[in-house]
C-alpha cells in the first residue's frame, strides 16, 4: 500500500473495504476530496479534516436500489428515509410502467387524483424536464434516477382505450419518450399485468423499445405473467430485447403461486442461454416471500378499460358485476390472477383509505367478518376506494427466493416507495421491503443462511446495477469515483420490519455517504440533501 498524505475533507480509517467489484474485502483507509474518493490506501498520516473511525466496520460503495416507485412520495419524503437509512444512495423509479412524467391527458388526471391523498403537492410539471427540474429544486438525500413509464405513455395519448394504437397515436408515443430520455430519463418501463400498460401488443413494445434503444437506453419489464405463464412471459421480454437490440432489466424476478413453485431455475436458466446469445439481460429481486401490488390486480384487465371510474361504474352495475365475478372465480387461461394462484387467504389488505381498521387483514377475513362472498367483497372494497386499495399477496417459496439471491447478475431493488415512519404516509401499512430490503438480504440471506458471500452480495446491490444502467462512476468504491458509501457493522446489520410493523428503520448502519456528505450518523438522518438528480 502507498502512503498517502493528502489533505483530505473526510478519511474513513480502520475499516475492511468491499468495493463492490466482487474482489475479496481488504483492510484499508478511505480518503474523500470533495465528492469523490481520492484515495484508498494506508492513509495513517494523512490530514483530513474529519476522520471517521470504521474499525470492524465494512465499507462499500452505497447501494443501488434498481426498482423503485418513489415518483411521487419523493415530494412528501425528499429526505428519502426508509432509503437511506438501509444504505441506499441511489434509486431507480419510473418502474413498472408508471412514472410521474410526462404526463398529458388520462395520464395527467390518474396523477392529479394518486397526488390528491398527500394533500400540498403542486402538479405543476408535464415534461420529465420539468418534473426532474423540481425535484432537483427541492433537494433529495439520495441519488435520483427515473425511467419513462409505457402506461404512463399510453395513458398520456389514447387513455385507457383497449385496443391497437393508430399510426399517429404510437408516433405521438415515440416523440413523448424521445424527449423525455433526451431530458434526462434512463429508459422505458413496462407493468404488463396493469392497464393501460398491459394493451400494449408485443409490437407496440418493440416500436417503443427501439426509440429508447437508439439513446442508450434501457427496457425494464413487469412481465406479462409471474404465475403460470412464467417462462413465456419471460421469452416475450427476452425477445423484444432481441428485436430492439435494447438491454433488459426483468423486475422482480419470481415464480408466483404455489403450482408455479420451482419455476425460477427454468426462467433463470433461459435468461443466462439469453446472455450466452448476447441479449443484455439482468434481473432484480427483492428478498421476500410476498409481493405488494393493487387489489386491482384481481379484476380482468377488460374491467378496466377507460380508467379507474370505468370500474367503479361497472362494479356498481349488477349484470357486468357478475360478468366480473364469473372472470374472477374461473380465471380465464393465460391471465394471472392472484385470487386463484395464491389463494384469497394469501392477499392481505395494507392500505385501504376509506377503512384503516381493515389493513392488516386478509381478503377472506374481511369477507367473513362482513358476512359476504369474497369476491363481492373485494368489489365492494375497490368501490369504496376508487379502485385503489394496496394489498400483500404470500405468493412465493422461500427456496426460490433462495436460488434467485444466490445468482450474480440478479441486482436488488425494493420495488417500494421513500417514506418514514411519521408523517402523512404512517397510517397506510406497506410491505417490509420497503423499509429492510438490503440489510435483510445481507443478514439473512449472506451472515446466517450463506447463500452468498458478503463480497457477491456487494457486487449485486452495488456495481451490477451501476453497470446495467451506465451510472457513470458509480458502484464502485474505486478513485476518482463519486463517495457514496456504506459503513455498517456486519455483526449487527438486520432488518427490523415485519409485515405486522413494517414501518422500522433497520440496524447496524453507522454512516451513509451521498457524494462524499454524510447523510446518515450513528444511525440518524443529519438532515443533508447531497442526492442529486442523474441524467441519462
Ligand atoms: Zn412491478
Redesign the pocket.
Known amino acids: 500500500m502507498t502512503e498517502l498524505t493528502f489533505p483530505f475533507d473526510l478519511i474513513l480509517r480502520g475499516g475492511t473495504v468491499i468495493d463492490g467489484t466482487g474482489a475479496p474485502a481488504r483492510r484499508a483507509d478511505v480518503g474523500i476530496v470533495g465528492d469523490k474518493v481520492a484515495a484508498i490506501g494506508d492513509l495513517t498520516s494523512a490530514q483530513a479534516a474529519r476522520v471517521i473511525d470504521a474499525t470492524h466496520r465494512y465499507i462499500t460503495p452505497g447501494f443501488i436500489d434498481v426498482?423503485t416507485h418513489t415518483d411521487e412520495t419523493i415530494f412528501i419524503n425528499p429526505k428519502m428515509e426508509s432509503k437511506i437509512h438501509q444504505g441506499v444512495t441511489t434509486e431507480v423509479s419510473g418502474?413498472?410502467g408508471y412514472s410521474a412524467a410526462p404526463v398529458h391527458g388520462a395520464a395527467r388526471d390518474d396523477l392529479l387524483h394518486d397526488l390528491d391523498q398527500y394533500k400540498n403537492i403542486t402538479l405543476d410539471w408535464q415534461s420529465m424536464g420539468e418534473y426532474l427540474a423540481r425535484i432537483e429544486k427541492m433537494g433529495i438525500s439520495t441519488n435520483y434516477v427515473t425511467l419513462v413509464g409505457q402506461g404512463t405513455l399510453r395513458a398520456s395519448v389514447m387513455g385507457y382505450a383497449m385496443r391497437e394504437p393508430t399510426p399517429d397515436e404510437l408516433a405521438t408515443m415515440k416523440n413523448l419518450l424521445a424527449q423525455a430520455i433526451d431530458e434526462g430519463a434512463w429508459g422505458l418501463s413496462t407493468?404488463l399485468?396493469?392497464p393501460p400498460s398491459s394493451y400494449a401488443s408485443m409490437d407496440e413494445l418493440v416500436a417503443l423499445s427501439r426509440v429508447a434503444a437508439e439513446r442508450g437506453g434501457i427496457y425494464t419489464s413487469?412481465i406479462r405473467n409471474e404465475g403460470d405463464r412464467l417462462l413465456e412471459s419471460v421469452e416475450e421480454a427476452l425477445t423484444i430485447g432481441e428485436r430492439a437490440g435494447i438491454r433488459v432489466q426483468l423486475?422482480?424476478h419470481k415464480a408466483a403461486g404455489k403450482r408455479n413453485w420451482g419455476k425460477v431455475h427454468e426462467s433463470l436458466a433461459r435468461i443466462e442461454q439469453a446472455r450466452e446469445r448476447g441479449i443484455h439481460a439482468c434481473a432484480d429481486q427483492y428478498p421476500y416471500v410476498a409481493s405488494s401490488?393493487g387489489l386491482g390486480t384481481v379484476i380482468p384487465d377488460w374491467a378496466h378499460e377507460g380508467g379507474w371510474q370505468k370500474l367503479v361504474e361497472r362494479l356498481g352495475d349488477v349484470t357486468t358485476r357478475e360478468r366480473i365475478a364469473e372472470d374472477v372465480r374461473t380465471a380465464r387461461p393465460g391471465w394471472e390472477n392472484p385470487a386463484v394462484d395464491s389463494g384469497w387467504h394469501n392477499i392481505v389488505i395494507v392500505g385501504c383509505k376509506s377503512d384503516r381498521s381493515l389493513q392488516g387483514k386478509t381478503a377472506w377475513d374481511i369477507a367473513q367478518m362482513q358476512g359476504k362472498d369474497v369476491v363481492q367483497a373485494t368489489f365492494d372494497l375497490l368501490i369504496a376506494n376508487e379502485g385503489s386499495v394496496q394489498v400483500v399477496i404470500f405468493s412465493m417459496s422461500e427456496d426460490d427466493v433462495k436460488t434467485v439471491v444466490s445468482v450474480p447478475w440478479v441486482s436488488v431493488g425494493s420495488?417500494s416507495t421513500a417514506r418514514a415512519p411519521q408523517g402523512p404516509m404512517s397510517n397506510v401499512q406497506c410491505h417490509p421491503r420497503t423499509y429492510g430490503t438490503f440489510p435483510r438480504l445481507l443478514s439473512k440471506y449472506v451472515r446466517e443462511d450463506k447463500v452468498l458471500t458478503w463480497e457477491t452480495a456487494i457486487a449485486k446491490m452495488t456495481s451490477a446495477p451501476a453497470q446495467m444502467f451506465g451510472l457513470n462512476r458509480r458502484g464502485e468504491l474505486r478513485e476518482g469515483y463519486f463517495a457514496d458509501m456504506v459503513v455498517f457493522d456486519p455483526e449487527r446489520i438486520a432488518d427490523t420490519a415485519t409485515f405486522t410493523e413494517p414501518h422500522q428503520f433497520p440496524i447496524g448502519f453507522d454512516y451513509v455517504l451521498v457524494n462524499g456528505t454524510p447523510t446518515i450518523e450513528f444511525g440518524k438522518h443529519t438532515e443533508a440533501r447531497a442526492g442529486k438528480v442523474l441524467r441519462k
Do not use: P, Q
Open positions: 426498482h418502474n413498472c407493468g399485468i396493469y413487469h423486475s422482480h401490488t420495488d
